[in-house]
Each structure stands twice: as C-alpha cells, then as structure tokens.
C-alpha cells in the first residue's frame, strides 16, 4: 500500500517537472516577438506640425510622453472628464509661460503660444482643488491679461483676445456652451423681440474684447465673447424675450369716420406718449413697463390709413395693437344726426351768389392745401414756426345756382357753422343812394 503511494507521488513529480519546463521554454520563445513590435510614434515637432495650426516659431508645451496627439478642445476639461484632485495650485506673480507649462502637465494638452504672448499672471489657490478648477482659474487669469485659448488643429494656442474673434474659436448654438473665460461665439435666437433693437439697447454688455451683432432674417444674435459673460448677457435675454412682444399685423375697420383723420389722430396721441418717454414713434421699445402686465410696453413700427377700404393698418406687438384697437374704438363712433352734416342750401339774399362761391370756394381750397403741407409730429422741427391753423375740419364744397341765387354747401354741420357766419359777415345789405329829381 506504502509502495504505490509512493509510486503515485514520483509519477506527480514527473508531470509538473515536464509542465514546468514546457513553460519556461514557451517564454523564452516570445522574446523574439516582443523585440518586433515598433515604438510609439515620436511627437511631432514645431517644423512638422504646420498642419495642426502650429506656426514656426512659436514655442510649444505639451505631453512628451509619445502618446498620439488628439483633437484639442479648451470646453472639454470639466469636473465629469477631469475629477482628480490636487492639493494646492498657487503661483504668485508668475510667468505666463510657467503656469502653461503646469496646466499642460496637469490636463495633457499641448499648447501654442503666439509670439508676443508674454506677462505675470497670479493664482493664488492653496487648498486642494479639482485639474478643471485649475483651468477654470488658469482661463480667468488669461482673460485678466487679454489672452484667451482657441483650437488650432490638435494644439491649443493662446494669442490675443481680440484677435481671436477672427480666428476658428468655437461657435455655439445649442443649449450648451462653455461658463468659463474662454473666448466663444454664440448664437442666440430670440423669439418675440427684435434682435436689432436688443442690439441697440444691449450693445454695451460686452467686454472690450468681444461684440454683438444682430442677424435680422433669423432674428438672431451673434456673441462673441469670453463665455461667463455671455452666461451674463443671456440672463439679461432670457428676461427680456417674453411673449407680448412678437410683431403682428392687424387691419382695423373704420365704419363712422374717415381712416385718415383716425389715423392722424392716433399719430398724434403716440407721438406725445413717445416724446415724453425721449422715443422715436418709429423705433420700437421693449423695456418693461411698470404695471402688472406681463406682456411689458407697447410698441408700434406702423400705423398708416388704408383709405381704400377705409381701414387702419397697424404693425406692432400685442400691446401696442390692443392700445391701437382701444383708441379706435374710442374715436370711431357715429355722429348724432344733426351733426352728421350733408348737404345744406343757403338761399342768398342781398349779393350774387356765383360770386360768393368763387369767393366761399377759394376758402375753403386754400384751407385744405394748408391741412395737407402741414407736417407731421414726426418730422416737425422744434424751432419750426407753428402752422397756420385750419379753418375747416374736413373738406367743404360750395356751389351756386343762379336760378334760385343760392349755394349749395356740402361739409359737416360744424363747417357748415363756420360757412354760415362767413355768409352772416358779407351777404348783407349795400348802403343806398336816394336821389331826389326835381323837374322845374
């Protein structure tokens, strides 16, 4: 029994000696292969990088482990992609091209610096912070001097902020975009207020390094700027573009009075709102008002008499069109019958009535030319001498029938008033002459 125990443990021995030497003679053969395999691809230097937006000349920082470079993005480091921490991140009164040099090693990105990129920048972080909150302070530290990071190929140059508005630095358009001092464009789109007019009241939020330029066929804003502040300026935006202030055209119908003088009148009314408030009739406005009304002001950028079908045709927002509707339906009512006016016959007594009409007539002619070259609010000059006013308040005709010696006066009843105290004024009896013939 002892015996084949024994037996049993030598055969063992012999199988894990055998399997024992299969294995070191199976290393020894992958030696060979492993000698084959070609080294990492070197890193490309500044002579042979022109393809990746590096300028000869320019100095570089980056990895130099041999690792392939890839497609640089100065959004990409965030806390998500770049958790690691470190324990202090301070550099007072430093050179630029040091800190470069640390953000390199920290993120792996391979910098460009322009030449004529140069300065002492200062971070002073001595408690442990995350490598994106580093370049979160690194960006803003540029931006202190002007300088900020755009993609050039698979490097990262740092140039002039300025400057960088006319090289390829990012655009975006989507919900997303960079909070950081990085130079970006974004592309706002606005829903109910003019682009051109948020340009015109908003043109200073900008830094001096970026601008702000409407595109009206899309009603869009493009931002070029460092990406906090236009975190900033969309706040602004997003309080301003509510619904109220969308353009809209309505066609109101006049149905007791003319369009024209509706029309004039309201001109009046909004132009003496609009001079109060130092604003154009023409421009429009969309401050908020003070009320309770969430649409904000009115504004108009039309309102003109379609007197071919008597209507009033108004462009403008919510609020301006409902001010407009307001007024029409103030001034458009209709006229008792006795002042409606219509036709009146004034039977003359002491002249010639085919005189007083040409005299009534030639009135009443030069009264209308007055009304048409008198000028509007709108292009009326302060210093401009006051118009004479009109005598009638819309148009009179006046004609003679010789037969009965009367006129026949078409106006409104209180121009037929004002006609009526004229012809009290000269259609009066002449003194007379009595002549006494005495025959002898």
Known sequence: MKKRQLDAIKRMNTILSFVLSLSIVFLFSLQPLKAQVPPPPPLPDSGSSAGNGVTPGEPIYGKVDGTPLSQAHPEDITNENFPDKIDSFDYPNADISDVIKAISRLTGKNFIIEQGVKGKITIVAPTQITVAEAYRAFLSALASLNYTVVPAGKFLKIKNSRAAQRDSIETYAGEYFPNTDQMITRIIKLKYISATEVDKQLRTLPTKDGEMRPYEPTN??????????????????????????????????????????????????????????????????????????PGGSESYSLVTADERTNSIIVVGNEIGVKKIRGLVKKLDFKLRLEDSGGVYVYPVRFGDAEEMAKTLGGIAKQDATTKTKTPTTNNRQEAAPAPPKPIFGGDVNITADKQTNSLIITASRQDYLVVKNLLSKIDVSRDQVFVKVIIM
Do not use: C, W
Request: aromatic content about 6%.
């Open 220 to 293: 869009s804003l493009i931002v070029t700027d460092y990406g906090s502040n236009i975190e900033r300026i969309m706040k602004i935006i997003k309080e301003l573009d509510v619904p109220g202030f969308e353009e809209q055209l309505a066609v109101i119908q006049i149905y007791h009075a003319k369009a024209k003088n509706i029309s004039d009148l309201i001109d009046q009314i909004i132009n003496k709102d609009n001079k109060k408030n130092n604003s154009r009739f023409s421009s429009s406005r969309f401050n908020r008002n003070n009320n309770n009304d």
